[in-house]
């Protein structure tokens, strides 16, 4: 089953250019897609698209087969597809952090004997048990959008979109967050869309896609696309730093493959020292 489907799909905000421009694309229940592109290709338009935020100007979009476009379907769809967005600072909506993950609940109704239950599933999830009752504004980045992803999962989403949620973190908070949202996608079934800038990141996911000027120009494994760099740079992509030191390993003269997995390199460093020690 999809979980989103994109057929045909363009958007313009009103001023001519399509943000958005006859997309196909989908992501099945259960999946990781990383979603990389340069600033302004459409990813945040995407993103908003998925769940009604924005309307489509043209082509269908449907949710596990609902269409976002019908307005009876448009609550639902809001429950199944839960975005993180940018920055950890604007999401925070109460000073404690129990109450801040129990908003989005709340607001869809929740009765509130389940609140307390959904709010202590959250925080185990995300790993942050001990902070039900920390004040927001103490909290580092990365635990606050940890917090803001236990707000969307207190919803119970089938699909988180995680819109450059990791932008503002330093390499820390990064971890935090991919790691937490690869744990929900491999032992929980979440279906996940990570948008991101961060190469690196994009290699947890099972797909990825490249947008450029509001059209999908590459898709395939992370790995895939990782090997196409020369492609990777006419779209302003560069890629992640273990392939720019296999390259210059190579260079300097080691005989090592592309690869993005560092135990593989680490491996292949160490047999082509081996070999020269012969
Ligand atoms: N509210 C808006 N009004 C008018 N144009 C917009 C608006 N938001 C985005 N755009 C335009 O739509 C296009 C796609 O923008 P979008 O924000 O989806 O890109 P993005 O890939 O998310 O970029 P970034 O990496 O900077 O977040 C860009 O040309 C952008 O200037
Ligand atoms: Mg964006």
């Known amino acids: 089953m999809d979980a989103i489907r994109f057929e045909d799909v ?18 099945r229940e259960g999946e990781f897609v990383a979603v990389l592109g340069h600033n302004g290709s ?8 998925c769940n009604g935020l924005l309307v489509a100007d043209d082509g269908k979009i449907s949710v596990f087969g609902k269409s976002v476009s019908e307005k009876d379907n448009l609550f639902e769809v809001r429950k199944e597809v839960g975005i993180v967005f940018q920055n950890p600072d604007n999401q925070t909506v109460a000073s404690i952090v129990e109450d801040d993950i129990a908003f989005g609940a709340e607001n869809i109704g929740v009765p509130r004997e389940e609140i307390g239950e959904r709010i202590s599933f959250a ?24 917090v803001a992803i236990a707000g969307v999962l207190a919803v119970r989403p089938k699909v988180m979109i995680l819109d450059e949620s990791t932008a503002m973190l330093d390499p820390r908070g990064r971890k935090e967050v991919v790691d937490v949202v690869t744990r929900l996608n491999r032992e929980e079934g979440m279906t996940v869309v990570l948008i991101t800038h961060f190469m690196e990141e994009a290699l947890r996911a099972d797909r990825a896609i490249v947008m450029n000027k509001g059209e999908i120009v590459m898709r395939g494994t992370p790995e895939d696309i990782f090997e196409r760099h020369e492609e990777l740079q006419t779209y ?17 003269g080691l005989n090592v493959a592309d690869t993005l997995d560092e135990e593989k390199l680490a491996e292949e460093i160490a047999s082509c020292g081996s070999l020269r020690n012969i």
Do not use: D, H
């Open 123 to 146: 925080l185990k999830a995300v790993g942050m048990e001990g902070y039900r009752n920390a004040l927001c504004a103490r909290l580092s980045g990365g635990q606050k959008q940890r």
């Open 236 to 252: 302003n992509l560069t890629l992640p730093r273990i392939g720019y030191i296999c390259r210059k390993l190579r260079e300097g």
């Open 42 to 49: 459409g990813k945040s338009t995407l993103a908003r698209l």
């Open 10 to 27: 363009s958007f313009s905000y009103g001023s001519g250019a399509f943000a958005i421009r006859n997309l196909n694309f989908s992501v």
